[in-house]
């Protein structure tokens, strides 16, 4: 039971991940260079940051795998805000 339990976490944090990152990709073409989109991402992957320490305290989520989603995360975000800069300048 346990292991459907933290499979169903690892599952709904990577929907949110997922959520944040199709946010973010709506969002790009609309003023990648605002403040107000820095503040976005930065509010976006703080929540999911609170999230995976959450579920690496109660033991549903080990530390290393947190830190990889946390790390896709935001490599997916820089590769979209890198593709969103490159199409302005064009």
């Avoid at 973010?24 to 320490?53: R, W, Y």
């Avoid at 975000?77 to 490159?86: F, H, P, R, S, V």
């Amino acid at each position: 039971m346990d292991r459907l339990r933290n499979a169903l976490a690892k599952d709904i944090l990577m929907e949110d991940a997922s959520k944040i990152s199709t946010l973010i990709e709506n969002q790009k073409h609309l003023c990648v260079a605002c403040p107000a989109f820095e503040e976005v991402i930065d509010t976006q992957m703080f929540g999911f940051s609170k999230k995976i320490e959450f579920a690496s305290s109660m033991g549903i989520l080990d530390e290393e795998e947190g830190q990889l989603m946390l790390s896709e995360l935001e490599k997916h975000l820089n590769d979209l805000i890198n593709e969103a800069y490159d199409e302005s300048k064009e």
